[in-house]
Structure formats: structure tokens, C-alpha cells
């Protein structure tokens, strides 16, 4: 399994940025999963931001820090799942990575699906740097 970010950079407060996160190594139309977004920034903890858990039926969850404000989506067909955020601030700044479980997970709610240690297999990051 391999998960591979892109779309990082940056983005002006108030802008919009699309991530994406391609996975190999299995498929998204052939297995259940979970698929979340992270992100750190310098001296603060990892937070998990978004999740979308196959074996609940797709069900997505968000962290309120982006909720309102971010979507998360799967492509089968390009075996990708995004996350695109709006309304973007320079606290937003931070390496971000997605990351996978494989298998189903049921009844774990948001905050265990915005918890790393639910996932077992993760991408190497990309950098948002979010200007003022």
C-alpha cells in the first residue's frame, strides 16, 4: 500500500486549496477502508481533519476546526481522495498527509476517526503554507 500526496504549496488567506491523495496498492471500489487527512504544524500535535469510512457507507467526518469550510471526496475511478478546503488562514499552515486503514472500522464516531493511531499505512506529507 502506498499512499502518495499532492497539491500542496501556497495559498493566500481566504483562498482555496485542493489536496490530493493517490493510493495504490489496493482499491477503493474492491475493499473497505478509511481514509483520513492529517496535518502538524511546527511544535503542535498531529490533528485529524477529515476522514470518509467506507464500511459506514461513505460517512465523512471533520474536525470542527475546518467544518463548514472543507470536503473530502473519493474518485474510484482515479483511486484518489481529496480534500479541498476554502476560506482558508495562515493557521491552516501545516505539512498535511493522508493516511489508511484497510478493513472495516463501525461505530468509532469522529473522534476515532480522526485518531492516528486508527491508521496503518501513511504518505509522506505535503507542505500548505497559507499567507497573510
Known amino acids: 500500500v502506498q499512499l502518495v500526496e499532492s497539491g500542496g504549496g501556497l495559498v493566500q488567506a481566504g483562498g482555496s486549496l485542493r489536496l490530493t491523495c493517490t493510493a495504490s496498492?489496493?482499491?477503493?471500489?474492491?475493499?473497505?477502508?478509511?481514509i483520513a487527512w492529517f496535518r502538524q504544524a511546527p511544535g503542535k500535535n498531529r490533528e485529524g481533519i477529515a476522514s470518509?469510512?467506507?464500511?459506514?457507507?461513505?460517512?465523512?467526518y471533520y474536525a470542527n476546526s475546518v467544518k463548514g469550510r472543507s470536503t473530502i471526496s473519493v474518485d474510484d475511478a482515479k483511486n484518489t481522495v481529496s480534500l479541498e478546503m476554502t476560506n482558508m488562514v495562515p493557521e491552516d499552515s501545516a505539512v498535511y498527509s493522508c493516511?489508511?486503514?484497510?478493513?472495516?472500522?463501525?461505530?468509532?464516531?469522529?473522534?476515532?476517526?480522526?485518531?492516528?493511531?486508527?491508521?496503518?499505512?501513511w504518505g509522506e506529507g505535503t507542505q500548505v503554507t497559507v499567507s497573510s
Open positions: 493516511a489508511a486503514y484497510l478493513g472495516v472500522l463501525i461505530g468509532h464516531g469522529r473522534q476515532g476517526m480522526l485518531d492516528p493511531g486508527r491508521y496503518r499505512y
Open positions: 496498492g489496493f482499491d477503493l471500489d474492491d475493499v473497505n477502508y478509511g
Open positions: 470518509v469510512n467506507s464500511g459506514e457507507g461513505g460517512r465523512k
